[in-house]
C-alpha cells in the first residue's frame, strides 16, 4: 500500500498559468479531502469529496479553483490564471470514512508545494 | 471554526522534559479529536485520537486530555526527543466527515 500519493511534488507557474495538483488515495478509501498551508500557518480546509461528488466545498474560493472525484482516477485540484497568492503547499488526505471505519481518520499525502512566479 | 491565518505559536522545551501541547476547539457538536504532527516539508501524520465519550487516552508516550466543559483538548509527550520537533494540530470534527484543524503549535526542543 503505497499510501496517498501526490503529484507534482514541486510545481512552478506564471501568473494566469492552470495549476493541476493530483491526489491518488490510499486504496479502499472512498474520501479525498484537500487543505491549503501557507508558510509557517495552519491547514486551511478547502473541499472534501467522495467518488463523482463535492460534498462540502465550503473552503473552496468561490473563482478559479475547482476539484474533482471522478469515478477512475486521481482527484485533481484545479487553479486557473493562478496569481501570486496561491503560492502554498496543497496537502490531500484521504479516509474510508465514519460508515467504514468508526472514526474519520484522515492519512495525508506529502504535498503538493505551488509557486507563482 | 477555521484554522486561520496566524503565525504558529511556539513552545520550547529541554529534551527530556515533558511537554504540553494545548488546543481550544470551536464546535460543540464534535465528538471525535485528533492529534497529527507533521514535520518540516512533510505531511501531516496521526499521532492519537479521542473520542467524546472519553477524557483521557493514552498511547506510547503521549497522552490526549479533553475537557468538553470548556472546549479544550491537550497533548502531553513525555520525556521529549529531538524527533519530536515538529508542529503539531489537534483536528476536530463537528460534522459528518468534515475534519477541521485548529492553529498548530511548534514544538521546539532545546538540547
Known amino acids: 500500500n503505497a499510501g496517498v500519493m501526490q503529484n507534482p511534488r514541486h510545481l512552478v507557474r506564471r501568473r494566469g498559468q492552470e495549476a493541476r495538483l493530483r491526489c491518488s488515495p490510499m486504496?479502499?478509501?472512498?474520501?479525498v479531502y484537500w487543505y491549503r498551508q501557507l508558510p509557517e500557518e495552519g491547514l486551511k480546509f478547502m473541499v472534501y469529496?467522495?467518488?463523482?461528488?463535492?460534498?462540502?466545498e465550503s473552503g473552496m474560493p468561490k473563482e478559479r479553483f475547482s476539484a474533482e472525484f471522478p469515478k477512475e482516477g486521481p482527484s485533481i485540484l484545479r487553479i486557473q490564471q493562478v496569481v501570486r497568492g496561491d503560492s502554498a503547499a496543497y496537502f490531500c488526505?484521504?479516509?474510508?470514512?465514519?460508515?467504514?471505519?468508526?472514526?474519520?481518520?484522515?492519512?495525508f499525502g506529502a504535498g503538493s508545494r505551488l509557486t507563482v512566479l | 471554526g477555521e484554522s486561520v491565518g496566524l503565525h504558529l505559536p511556539t513552545l520550547s522545551v529541554q529534551e527530556g522534559d515533558n511537554s504540553i501541547i494545548n488546543c481550544a476547539y470551536s464546535?460543540?457538536?464534535?465528538?471525535?479529536f485528533i492529534w497529527y504532527k507533521q514535520e518540516s516539508g512533510k505531511g501531516p501524520q496521526f499521532i492519537i485520537d479521542?473520542?467524546?465519550?472519553?477524557d483521557k487516552r493514552q498511547g506510547q508516550r503521549v497522552t490526549v486530555l479533553l475537557n468538553k466543559t470548556v472546549k479544550h483538548l491537550s497533548l502531553q509527550i513525555a520525556a521529549t526527543q529531538p524527533g519530536d520537533s515538529a508542529v503539531y494540530f489537534c483536528?476536530?470534527?463537528?460534522?459528518?466527515?468534515?475534519?477541521?484543524f485548529g492553529k498548530g503549535t511548534r514544538l521546539h526542543i532545546l538540547p
Open positions: 488526505a484521504s479516509s474510508p470514512g465514519k460508515e467504514v471505519s468508526g472514526a474519520n481518520v484522515l492519512t
Open positions: 483536528a476536530e470534527n463537528p460534522i459528518d466527515d468534515k475534519i477541521i
Open positions: 469529496l467522495q467518488k463523482e461528488n463535492i460534498i462540502d
Open positions: 464546535n460543540s457538536a464534535s465528538d471525535y
Open positions: 486504496k479502499g478509501h472512498s474520501h
Open positions: 479521542i473520542r467524546s465519550n472519553m
